[in-house]
């Protein structure tokens, strides 16, 4: 642990403008971000007496190594930059809400000449309509299958949409009055969206001005003696109210507003927000996250209302958002959303009536999600820590190996020689810091192999703690910048699957390039022991340890993650033919030729003349195939389940 008062910046220095500042750890790792008023007296607060901080601010302050700022114009800047960086730097003390990009939202593509309406995840895209999001996609599919028949506008993908067009025949949905049939002309582009235009009326709220245009409808059709007519406009009223049963009143005035509940305990923070648009609940959505620092409730609702609208589209910003207290900064938040959404947004606290009541129940929500995701973690978050304690415990760590890494050799006799490397973060698997590699090193020794892998992984090591911002790098791809600053963190421990050999190339690559602060062990298959560098006998570990459960699951996923590598590569290069190297053989005479004889060994079997009897193949390409499969080894088929050699 650094004693604060070794980094600390003189008073005089820091200035008095507002600003962001950023802690570093001495891995000049971005650990937290925070934004002040006033820098100075923000910042000399960290370095008051430790023992009279909040625990987390204290061990934040001792984890860093280093404190640096940024002056900007306005609060508003200090509050946008704070996002910023948070998203950029992924500080691990600060609270981290997890986005909702996988939620389902009904969409229409209003930006295409003949929009379509459907289902969509992901980030939210240009020329796109968003309502939503909803808890589960059939919920969406139902809606929308029972609206198409009063708004039937496109709903088919783009391929069936072209297809449909070039044959001038529309598809089921044309046929069964769910689709207006833009297709093959029977409504103009125009026609259709109006079509459009009606629907994303409808759910956006003006439910009471479609109603009362079908009644009318309804009216004029009866008037006029035209009853099957009526009896549609009569069904398509029946469409309408049974979506409207399905999305409850909760405020009677209409209002379009979100509504975010929470639930906190000193760990933990729950997130539940209700979209409701012309008085009717339209979605829901949350999530729980961990609390990293001491934010009190004003600070962890200006954070939610930053994850949900700060990079949304400026439609899914509402005029008006309910919450439990105002933010910390509202003002200041009112005054950014306001100016992304390019309308006024308020901040309100409801104090009685129905939307007070509705507050209640989406706070009601978080807490029980709060309990749900606590109930679903206590079994599995106290098995992982006495899985960690035992390790630490048994191979003598002086910390729990939050993060281990490990690596796998896979090769087929010599063949496709590749590596893996698997990442688990507080016991649990981290796929998205998962690695592969292709071992350059020739012949069939796995310790040779593991040294090299060994040492390619930590020599990025070394390289990214000055890389860790875009900003300090020369000019590089983001893809490469990206992959600096994964490479940037050194694991508590390093697992090798093998014994020790293994155990001994790693370590090698380990003294050669300076590595002292990163535990190593390697993990036997046959006895499942523990061997550690340059001990004569192994670690056993009980067959009912925890701690060796989490090390088999570590070596069986590398192995598993290396094994699936090693068959992709392997799948490519055995399906290489020999025809490849034929000039003059392109694709479409090669298809022929292989279509022809119908496989490789009766191709390699056939004469010159056999060959050039193939409609598009001359002799001199005849002569060519056969001296290029006469030059090629004959495969050797091998059965795979007993490692028999099949004989041709």
Request: aromatic residues 6%; proline residues 6%.
């Amino acid at each position: 642990m650094a004693d604060p008062a070794t980094y600390r910046p003189r008073t005089g220095e820091i200035p008095t403008e507002p600003g962001v500042y950023k802690f570093r750890d001495a891995e000049a790792r971005v650990i937290y971000v925070g934004k002040a008023k006033s820098l100075r007296q923000r910042l000399t607060s960290y370095f008051a007496d430790p023992d009279g901080l909040h625990e987390r601010t204290r061990r934040m302050v001792t984890t860093a190594a280093a404190v640096e700022w940024t002056v900007v114009g306005t609060e508003v800047e200090a509050l946008q930059l704070e996002y910023t960086w948070i998203k950029q730097f992924d500080p691990r003390f600060n609270v981290k809400y997890r986005d909702d990009k996988s939620y389902p939202w009904l969409a229409f593509t209003v930006g295409e000449e003949v929009p379509r309406v459907q289902v969509m995840r992901g980030s939210q895209r240009k020329g796109v309509r968003y309502f939503g999001p909803y808890s589960h996609a059939w919920a969406i599919r139902d809606t929308v299958d029972t609206l198409l028949r009063v708004f039937p506008m496109r709903s088919c993908s783009a391929g069936t949409f072209r297809s449909a067009r070039a044959s001038g025949r529309p598809c089921l949905l044309g046929d069964i009055g769910k689709c207006a049939a833009p297709c093959v002309g029977r409504v103009t582009p125009e026609e259709h969206r109006e079509i459009v235009d009606d629907f994303i009326g409808f759910m956006g709220g003006s439910t009471k001005v479609i109603t009362r245009e079908l009644k009318q409808k309804m009216q004029r059709a009866s008037d006029d003696l035209e009853f099957e007519l009526a009896a549609k406009y009569r069904d398509d009223l029946g469409a309408l109210d049974k979506v409207l049963e399905k999305q409850t009143v909760v405020l009677p005035d209409g209002t379009d507003a979100d509504v975010l509940g929470f639930a906190a305990d000193p760990l933990e923070v729950a997130v539940q927000i209700f979209s409701v648009r012309g008085g009717r609940i339209r979605g829901q959505r949350g999530w729980v996250a961990d609390r990293a620092d001491e934010a009190d409730l004003p600070e962890l609702v200006q954070r939610a209302v930053m994850t949900l609208y700060a990079d949304g589209a400026p439609t899914a910003v509402p005029r008006e958002v309910l919450v439990p207290v105002l933010p910390s900064d509202a003002t200041l938040v009112e005054e950014l959303l306001g100016e992304h959404r390019g309308g006024p947004v308020r901040f309100r606290v409801p104090q009685r009536g129905d939307k007070r009541s509705l507050l209640e129940t989406v706070e009601q929500n978080a807490k029980q999600a709060l309990a749900r995701h606590k109930m679903k973690r206590a079994g599995d978050l106290t098995t992982r820590s006495v899985a960690l304690e035992e390790l630490q415990a048994a191979l003598g760590l002086p910390d729990a190996p939050l993060r281990i890494e490990c690596f796998d050799i896979s090769n087929l006799q010599g063949t496709e020689i590749v590596a893996s490397m698997v990442v688990f973060e507080d016991g649990l698997a981290r796929k998205s810091e998962y690695r592969r590699f292709v071992v350059r090193h020739e012949g069939q020794s796995d310790v040779a192999a593991m040294h090299e892998v060994v040492t390619r992984r930590f020599k990025r090591h070394l390289d990214g703690p000055q890389a860790v911002e875009a900003g300090d790098l020369p000019p590089e791809p983001a893809e490469a910048v990206a992959e600096k600053r994964r490479f940037a963190y050194a694991p508590a421990l390093v697992v090798v699957d093998g014994g020790p050999p293994q155990v001994a190339a790693a370590q090698q690559a380990f003294d050669e390039l300076g590595i002292t602060d990163v535990a190593l062990v390697g993990l036997a298959k046959r006895l499942e022991e523990v061997w550690l560098p340059n001990d004569e006998h192994p670690v056993i570990l009980p067959r009912t340890s925890e701690g060796l459960y989490l090390l088999q699951r570590v070596r069986d996923e590398a192995h598993r993650f290396a094994i699936t590598h090693h068959r992709k590569r392997r799948s490519t290069s055995m399906t290489a033919s020999a025809l490849d190297e034929v000039e003059g053989l392109g694709p479409t005479r090669r298809a022929a030729v292989m279509k022809h004889f119908g496989s490789l060994k009766k191709l390699r079997a056939a004469t010159v003349d056999e060959i050039a009897g193939v409609p598009g193949i001359g002799r001199t390409t005849a002569e060519s195939i056969a001296t290029a499969l006469a030059g090629s080894a004959r495969p050797t088929a091998v059965n795979t389940a007993t490692g028999e050699i099949i004989e041709e």
